[in-house]
């Protein structure tokens, strides 16, 4: 019956890696869903923020169910109960698991206006569980989250608002030409998603710190990264995908960082995280 929940609670060694294709038609339908059936959250923006909540469910859960001790165990991010329960039974769970991750890091990735609680329907929370479940999000490289991330800021964005998402394949090759190291800095004023600075990240990942310093990758994204956004759900989405890489820093605001002579007025969080900005 594929309408009944798995005999058998899926571990990390069972999920599969979705193809590009397959997570950007799923993440559309969702987006697509929500907004037109979800009666909890009726605002778009609202929605997408809810909706955003339960991704990072479902990467908290890639990332402690990836980790070598756990890869047999049950992952979290999964269908509960049975035919008749799984509605109630999974949405309770995801609204559980949420307040966790909430709790954990409501002062490094949450705005001051987010709850403990993901205000969709069962029946949205569900059916994002049944969508993804089966595949890892969070897997051996950090390119499909990115994916998932800037597809679904992509999806979020309204007609006019003004914004472009550099895409991928732009991204690479222009961090490759600054060929940075450990040793330098990088702000990137305009971070949207982040997919600038996770790029910096994951290249002097790959060249300098490939033997398990994870410690020193650790310093380098505290010391070294840092981006701002006007956009609250881009800056969110930065913040959760550099924890995903344990990079240990979430130097990422929300704020005007290219009109400094506002700093002090309107965004003195800025001129606290990066000095004085000068007349």
């Not at 969070?138 to 550099?166: P, Y």
């Not at 002097?204 to 020193?216: A, H, I, L």
């Not at 913040?239 to 344990?246: F, N, R």
Request: proline share 4%; charged share 30%; aromatic share 6%.
């Amino acid at each position: 019956d594929v309408t009944a929940p798995p005999e058998h609670p899926p571990t990390w060694n069972d999920l599969r890696d979705p193809t590009e294709a397959q997570l950007s038609t799923a993440l559309k339908r969702l987006v697509a869903t929500t907004v037109s059936s979800d009666s909890r959250s009726v605002r778009r923006e609202e929605q997408l923020k809810e909706l955003l909540h339960v991704l990072l469910v479902k990467v908290e859960s890639d990332n402690v169910a990836s980790i070598k001790s756990n890869v047999d165990k049950s992952v979290k991010f999964r269908i509960y109960g049975d035919k008749a329960t799984m509605v109630k039974l999974t949405a309770e769970s995801i609204q559980g698991q949420f307040k966790e991750y909430f709790n954990k890091q409501r002062t490094r990735v949450f705005h001051r206006d987010d709850v403990d609680e993901i205000r969709l329907t069962d029946e949205t929370i569900f059916s994002v569980v049944d969508t993804l479940a089966s595949w890892k999000i969070l897997g051996d490289k950090v390119d499909l989250l990115a994916k998932a991330f800037q597809i679904f800021r992509t999806q979020a964005m309204k007609s006019g608002e003004g914004q472009f998402l550099t895409p991928q394949r732009i991204i690479r090759p222009c961090v490759m030409a600054m060929d940075v190291t450990s040793e330098d800095k990088v702000i990137d004023p305009a971070c949207g998603s982040g997919g600038f600075l996770i790029e910096a990240l994951r290249q002097v990942q790959d060249r300098e710190f490939q033997d398990g310093d994870t410690w020193r990758l650790v310093k380098f994204a505290n010391d070294g990264l840092y981006g701002a956004d006007m956009d609250p759900l881009g800056v969110k989405l930065t913040k959760a995908m550099m924890i995903a890489m344990q990079d240990g820093s979430t130097h990422t605001l929300v704020g005007d960082m290219v009109r400094r002579h506002l700093w002090k007025s309107q965004f003195p969080h800025l001129e606290q995280e990066l000095g004085d900005p000068g007349q």
